[in-house]
T-cell receptor, first 114, second 111 residues
Framework: DTAVSQTPKYLVTQMGNDKSIKCEQN?????MYWYKQDSKKFLKIMFS???????INETVPNRFSPKSPDKAHLNLHINSLELGDSAVYFC?????????????FGSGTRLTVV | DQQVKQNSPSLSVQEGRISILNCDYT??????FLWYKKYPAEGPTFLIS?????DKNEDGRFTVFLNKSAKHLSLHIVPSQPGDSAVYFC??????????FGTGTSLTVIP
């Protein structure tokens, strides 16, 4: 019974394509996040949504567009994919901004752009 | 601009000994810190936290120490077990905002 689930787990696509990654949490958390882990293993925040509202939007190209249809879902759509977008993308969720029990992460989506 | 740094990319320890993982930060506004453990092909899992009002927090074999003046925290694992072999990330947050993560330290516990 997965708490934070991301699909797909692996995604290989060509440059210029548009792709989406889906994320769902069944923990009843009020905040969801997207993190990117690059080749240097650096986990960097991209977006955060609290109750369907965008609260964090770090310096991310506007080719990346998050969508939160409800507080249990936060999807990531990427337009015109570039080689540099290759990374592992992690979805996470939390209550209390993670101050009590941290974030709960999904298992990641490994995106490879060729 | 990396606000949280883990300067040791890897660490090897004999089973039964102490593992000490270190983390430094630059932002003096950080007031809450987390440690995560990550196995290959899985997401990070929460391990232990500490608030800046404390200098130590303990949970079983895991203890986190915080030195605010040095902007340094460490995670001690005693005794280390082979199942502890994983990548460990520290993370820091200021005033309820998002967490910033370090680049991780890969711990190998040798049986």
């Amino acid at each position: 019974d997965t708490a934070v689930s991301q699909t797909p787990k692996y995604l290989v696509t060509q440059m210029g394509n548009d792709k989406s990654i889906k994320c769902e949490q069944n923990l009843g958390h009020d905040t969801m996040y997207w993190y990117k882990q690059d080749s240097k293993k650096f986990l960097k925040i991209m977006f955060s949504y609290n109750n369907k509202e965008l609260i964090i939007n770090e310096t991310v190209p506007n080719r990346f567009s998050p969508k939160s249809p409800d507080k249990a879902h936060l999807n990531l759509h990427i337009n015109s994919l570039e080689l540099g977008d290759s990374a592992v993308y992690f979805c996470a969720s939390s209550n209390d901004r993670g101050r009590t029990n941290g974030y709960t992460f999904g298992s990641g989506t490994r995106l490879t752009v060729v | 601009d990396q606000q949280v740094k883990q300067n040791s990319p890897s660490l090897s320890v004999q089973e039964g000994r102490i593992s000490i993982l270190n983390c430094d930060y630059t932002n003096s506004m950080f007031d809450y810190f987390l440690w995560y453990k990550k196995y290959p092909a899985e997401g990070p899992t929460f391990l232990i936290s500490i608030s800046s009002i404390k200098d130590k927090n303990e949970d079983g074999r895991f203890t986190v120490f915080l030195n605010k003046s040095a902007k340094h925290l460490s995670l001690h694992i005693v005794p280390s077990q082979p199942g502890d072999s994983a990548v460990y990330f520290c993370a820091a947050s200021a005033l309820g905002n998002q967490f910033y993560f370090g680049t991780g330290t890969s711990l190998t516990v040798i049986p």
